[in-house]
């Protein structure tokens, strides 16, 4: 199996900053692209930003400029650092990674638990 555990959410007045962690276990081959996504009450769950494991990214308009996304193949690990947030970037974030588990095998998608990030104003 694959686990991913998410850290780093918390509580934030608005222009603050947060980074969150993801790190993946388990029976891993390798993690071709690792994201986050996030979802607010009453709405559904959308992508925040992605990358993959040659360092190529792609972000949602609404974090452009605010949020960057890294990733420690070594590690497994893939990283969010918000900056300048806003009380509408409140919600629970989730990370989700698409993982190789033996070589040339298929691929599967994987989701953390999700980590919580509330803005105040």
């Known amino acids: 199996q694959v686990q991913l555990v998410e850290s780093g959410g918390g509580l934030v007045q608005a222009g603050g900053s947060l980074r969150l962690a993801c790190a993946a276990s388990?029976?891993?081959?390798?993690?071709?692209?690792m994201g986050w996504y996030r979802q607010a009450p009453g709405k559904q769950r959308e992508l925040v930003a992605a990358?993959?494991?040659?360092?190529?990214?792609n972000y949602a308009d609404f974090v452009k400029g605010r949020f960057t996304i890294s990733m420690d193949n070594a590690k497994n690990t893939v990283y969010l650092q918000m900056n300048s947030l806003k009380p509408e970037d409140t919600a629970v974030y989730y990370c989700?990674?698409?993982?190789?588990?033996?070589?040339?095998?298929?691929?599967?998608?994987?989701w953390g638990q999700g980590t919580q990030v509330t803005v105040s104003s």
């Open positions: 990358i993959t494991s040659s360092g190529s990214t």
């Open positions: 388990g029976s891993i081959f390798s993690i071709n692209r």
């Open positions: 989700k990674a698409l993982v190789e588990k033996v070589t040339g095998g298929p691929t599967f998608n994987y």
